[in-house]
T-cell receptor, first 113, second 117 residues
Framework: KQEVTQIPAALSVPEGENLVLNCSFTDSAIYNLQWFRQDPGKGLTSLLLIQSSQREQTSGRLNASLDKSSGRSTLYIAASQPGDSATYLCAVQQETSGSRLTFGEGTQLTVNP | EPEVTQTPSHQVTQMGQEVILRCVPISNHLYFYWYRQILGQKVEFLVSFYNNEISEKSEIFDDQFSVERPDGSNFTLKIRSTKLEDSAMYFC???????????????FGPGTRLTVT
């Protein structure tokens, strides 16, 4: 059974700092990995999708990497801003008939002005 | 930009009552999903739906749950007899356009908060 773990559970940084969020998964039979942002009481906003054949994907100040064989992904946020404060979730799309997503618990990020 | 929509945003119901949560997926998507998130816990997969039938379901998705695509646009989740532990945020998602590969991005709706009293 796939298990997805995110470290740290919470992170507080001053504005402008670069930071790294970590995600690990136990079963490498995945199609892709997605990073999401969730604001309190809100839905999930997709940030980046990395295909299983890719190593890296970039969008603006965000850069996500994937090492499928070791079951790890990182989300790098450059020059953090208070508006980046949210919970960041990683999820892997399983190689199953229904292509379910399996989620981690999330990292709650606070960027202080 | 196309988006997944869900109604209602918040539903309060009494234990034992039936509820129907509604979703309008992105129009050219082929795969539809329901997930739920109990307060303070992980987002959990419930069911996936493709070509007018369930393609996968989790152990959570027991006989009290059902899904339907009654027309070309709506996708519904019915809970037949709600329990206190069904209180959660329910998310609809869609993905996979015609000509897609097996791997695709899933787009989530804003969620329906279900409160069972």
């Amino acid at each position: 059974k796939q298990e997805v773990t995110q470290i740290p559970a919470a992170l507080s940084v001053p504005e402008g700092e670069n930071l790294v969020l970590n995600c690990s998964f136990t079963d490498s039979a995945i199609y892709n990995l997605q990073w999401f942002r969730q604001d309190p009481g809100k839905g999930l906003t997709s940030l980046l999708l990395i295909q299983s054949s890719q190593r890296e994907q970039t969008s603006g100040r965000l850069n996500a990497s994937l090492d499928k064989s070791s079951g790890r992904s990182t989300l790098y946020i450059a020059a953090s801003q208070p508006g980046d404060s949210a919970t960041y979730l990683c999820a892997v799309q399983q190689e199953t008939s229904g292509s379910r997503l399996t989620f981690g618990e999330g990292t709650q990020l606070t960027v202080n002005p | 930009e196309p988006e997944v929509t869900q109604t209602p945003s918040h539903q309060v119901t009494q234990m034992g009552q039936e509820v129907i949560l509604r979703c309008v997926p992105i129009s050219n998507h082929l795969y539809f999903y329901w997930y739920r998130q109990i307060l303070g816990q992980k987002v959990e997969f419930l069911v996936s739906f493709y070509n007018n039938e369930i393609s996968e379901k989790s152990e959570i998705f027991d006989d009290q749950f059902s899904v339907e695509r009654p027309d070309g646009s709506n996708f519904t989740l019915k809970i037949r007899s709600t329990k206190l532990e069904d209180s959660a945020m329910y998310f609809c998602a869609s993905g996979g356009a015609p000509g897609h590969r097996l791997s695709y991005e899933q787009y989530f709706g804003p969620g329906t908060r279900l409160t069972v009293t």
